[in-house]
């Protein structure tokens, strides 16, 4: 007879198909978790997160000998003693117990917290006291970028030299927040009342995108920021600019769209450097035409967008705080190239 049509023998290879298919797609998952443009913590490019990646893949890989180690014993239980009766020796499951369960596990769990010691001590290390400082604000729902000694602000985005460790100071104006640059550095939560401090490090050029990690209401998935990481002198530029007055008007167009700025409702709560709206209540709107996003996130930063951001903000990103703008249909073109033209 074909054994491979004899019922018994299919019943004997069933476990085995089974432990290779799990084996399959628990080796399969974190190729698809590092797919497309996430910004994973398992392609690190910092100092901080090569840390924390190196880490994961050494869990990683000795949950799969312990994994590999469990399915075998499976397929030896339910095939081969199945097939050979074979008898068990008095005193062999004691010594499988004792080394299997006790001992090795023990040796794994202290070789982990040693390297888990070792990473948390190198995490925790502040970068010297000459290394560029940045401040950070979490907001309901965005963040607020200063460095110290520059009158000048930005939001959702900040600039950090490549290959230098940043200290980042932070604090939140409501909620908890958490401040997450997968790829540069693990998360770090701001909690009312304090300062808390990170740093970051860039091993290349290149934009970082960051995340709120903590849950802080309604738009919590809309509270994204950047990190461009760029040579020392493109660092200074950006230094320079930030402290520097917004870009003036060069048409007619611009020139109309900032009248419309300042004597509206937007100066009320935005400021624009060199001009008479100085509010800051929203974010500072001095480079708002080089921004990655609209809204931290929430839609691209083109002129349709930042149109219906104007009109209605609540149609983009429902319980933010600004209100519907009054901007009368004929103004709101030359508003729109105005805030296009601030970069």
Avoid at 35 to 57: F, V
Avoid at 129 to 144: I, L, N, Q, S
Avoid at 247 to 273: K, L, M, S, Y
Wanted: aromatic share 8%.
């Amino acid at each position: 007879m074909n054994e491979t049509r004899d019922p018994a023998y299919a019943r004997r290879r069933r476990p085995v198909r089974h432990a290779v298919a799990a084996a399959t797609l628990a080796g399969a998952l974190p190729l698809a978790a590092c797919a497309g443009d996430s910004p994973s913590a398992l392609d690190p490019a910092g100092a901080g997160a090569t840390r924390i990646a190196n880490l994961w893949w050494v869990l990683f890989w000795i949950s799969m000998a312990v994994f590999a180690e469990v399915m075998a014993l499976l397929v030896w239980a339910l095939v081969f003693r199945r097939r050979h009766d074979t008898r068990v020796r008095h005193g062999q499951p004691l010594r499988l117990v004792a080394v299997a369960g006790a001992g090795v596990p023990l040796v794994i769990l202290v070789v982990v917290y040693a390297l888990g010691l070792r990473d948390l001590a190198a995490l925790g290390a502040a970068p010297g006291r000459d290394a560029p400082t940045v401040e950070v604000t979490g907001h309901k729902w965005w963040w607020e970028v200063r460095v110290p000694g520059v009158d000048g602000a930005t939001a959702n985005e900040l600039h950090i030299p490549v290959g230098e460790r940043v200290r980042v100071r932070l604090r939140t104006a409501d909620v908890l927040h958490s401040f997450w640059v997968p790829q540069l550095m693990p998360k770090t939560d701001l909690i009312a009342g304090e300062v808390r401090e990170t740093w970051l490090h860039a091993e290349r050029p290149g934009r970082y995108r960051g995340q709120c990690a903590e849950y802080c209401g309604t738009q919590h998935a809309h509270m994204a920021f950047q990190v461009v990481a760029e040579p020392r002198p493109q660092f200074e530029a950006w230094l320079a600019r930030l402290g520097s007055p917004a870009r003036q008007p060069q048409t007619d167009a611009e020139r109309r769209g900032q009248q419309a700025f300042v004597q509206g409702t937007c100066a009320g709560c935005h400021a624009i450097r060199g001009t008479g709206a100085d509010a800051r209540v929203g974010p500072d709107l001095s480079d708002v035409g080089s921004r990655w996003s609209i809204g931290a996130g929430a839609v691209p930063n083109d002129a349709g967008h930042l149109g219906g951001w104007i009109a209605n903000p609540q149609t983009v990103k429902p319980g933010s705080y600004m209100p519907p703008q009054p901007v009368d249909a004929e103004r709101l073109p030359d508003l729109i190239a105005y805030l296009r033209s601030l970069t």
